[in-house]
């Protein structure tokens, strides 16, 4: 985890994301790289229509976003306490919500804010973007940052390939864990190796592991993780991105889609 990507743009949760990301660099003497983000706009609204932004109007709030992004980034770490890690603007490159996966494909990982409905929160274009074409993990950001990651770790697993695909990128997150607990919600998994199997593997590497089993609450899975992951004192939470479809999700809900509604704790995603 030597790489981090800090996508940055001017909203509300960006010093929780900026605070989250120096917790996680700390751990692994890693080198956070900030980066323009803006959103694919190339319409305003003008009462009720909506008409094409000019290009000189767009290179314009283009130039403003990136120099406030880069404010935002150096404010912060220029005061920030690092460790061994380093913090970065990398000079040139400007992401918006479509491209953003393909910036973040030579990271190890990529910080981002947990998406929100308003105007200035967080966007869940950005994180998707970064979750399905990058090929890499995203650690999402709680409104309030973690003052601790890797003290106890909790794997929400569900027998899954993405679940699986999020414990082989974490592998370095595992090893610095103090104390691991896979949790299986029950009626929430597919056929595949239970969460016994894998606490045996990765005990072979001498990793403190406990495998539980529990019944979910009545607002689902995605509710029973978040509360189990608060009861136990959960400082960070490794999870595999949408089993279900994303389509199927957006109208009948589910596990990504509530954790990332309302997750409080950090949240080590891949699919």
Not at 32 to 50: K, N, P, S, Y
Not at 85 to 102: C, F, K, N
Not at 148 to 166: D, P, Y
Not at 228 to 233: G, K
Request: charge should be negative; aromatic fraction near 6%; include cysteine.
């Amino acid at each position: 985890m030597k790489a981090i990507l800090l996508p940055t743009e001017a909203n509300e949760s960006m010093n929780a994301t900026f605070e989250t990301a120096r917790v996680f660099a700390s751990f692994f003497a890693s080198r956070i790289e900030g980066i323009d983000l803006a959103a694919d706009l190339q319409f305003m609204l003008t009462g009720d229509l909506a008409e094409p932004l000019s290009a000189v109007m767009l290179e314009q709030q283009s130039s403003e976003s990136r120099h406030m992004a880069r404010q935002l980034f150096e404010s912060f770490f220029a005061t920030a306490q690092l460790g061994g890690a380093t913090a970065a603007w990398r000079e040139g490159v400007h992401a918006t919500d479509g491209d953003l996966g393909a910036v973040a494909r030579v990271y190890d990982i990529t910080v981002l804010g947990r998406p929100g409905q308003g105007v200035k929160s967080a966007r869940m274009a950005s994180l998707e973007a970064a979750l399905f074409e990058s090929g890499r993990a995203i650690l999402v950001a709680p409104p309030v940052p973690a003052a601790t990651m890797c003290n106890h770790v909790m794997i929400a697993w569900n027998h899954s390939t993405e679940t699986a695909r999020a414990v082989a990128m974490a592998n370095d997150v595992l090893a610095r864990a103090k104390k691991i607990t896979i949790l299986t919600v029950e009626g929430s998994t597919i056929i595949g190796p239970t969460g016994d199997d894998l606490a045996a593997h990765l005990r072979l590497r001498g990793l403190a592991v406990d495998a539980v089993t529990v019944k979910p609450t009545p607002r689902g899975s995605g509710d029973t993780i978040l509360s189990e992951a608060r009861e136990r004192s959960c400082d960070l939470l490794i999870k595999g991105a949408y089993t279900q479809s994303r389509l199927r999700q957006m109208f009948f809900g589910g596990a990504t889609s509530h954790i990332l509604a309302h997750t409080a704790v950090p949240v080590f995603m891949a699919n």
